[in-house]
């Protein structure tokens, strides 16, 4: 049975940081798509960072770039987010997703993925 369990999440101030794990068990995810996704209040849930099984690349919203940095411990088997520079507009929900395969133009499409966690909340006070 698969399972990812994110955490880390948590309530800040604008400019502070936060850093998201999210651990996966039932998969290797050497052998997966990993990547974050987060959904805000009435919105439509929105691709943030990833990598495809074989790391290389690694994949942002043009909204975090520079902010955000995804990094993923194989060893672990964890991915991890760290968000610098916080800012009211990342508040949202934030979901660790997984696919065996997705061709790289579904990569940021929510509707690819099979696996979801089950969200932590990160909410950034102006």
């Known amino acids: 049975q698969v399972q990812l369990a994110e955490s880390g999440g948590g309530l800040v101030q604008a400019g502070d940081s936060l850093r998201l794990s999210c651990v996966a068990s039932?998969?290797?995810?050497?052998?997966?798509?990993m990547v974050w996704f987060r959904q805000a209040p009435g919105k439509e849930r929105e691709f943030v960072a990833g990598?495809?099984?074989?790391?290389?690349?690694?994949y942002y919203a043009d909204s975090v770039k520079g902010r955000f940095t995804y990094s993923r411990d194989n060893a672990q088997n964890t991915v991890y987010l760290q968000m610098n520079s916080l800012k009211p507009e990342d508040t949202a929900v934030y979901y660790c997703?997984?696919?065996?395969?997705?061709?790289?133009?579904?990569?940021?499409?929510?509707?690819?993925?099979?696996?979801w966690g089950q969200g932590t909340q990160v909410t950034v006070s102006s």
């Open positions: 997703a997984a696919d065996r395969q997705i061709i790289l133009s579904s990569l940021r499409s929510a509707d690819a993925y099979d696996y």
């Open positions: 039932g998969l290797s995810i050497r052998n997966y798509h």
């Open positions: 990598t495809r099984p074989s790391g290389g690349i690694t």
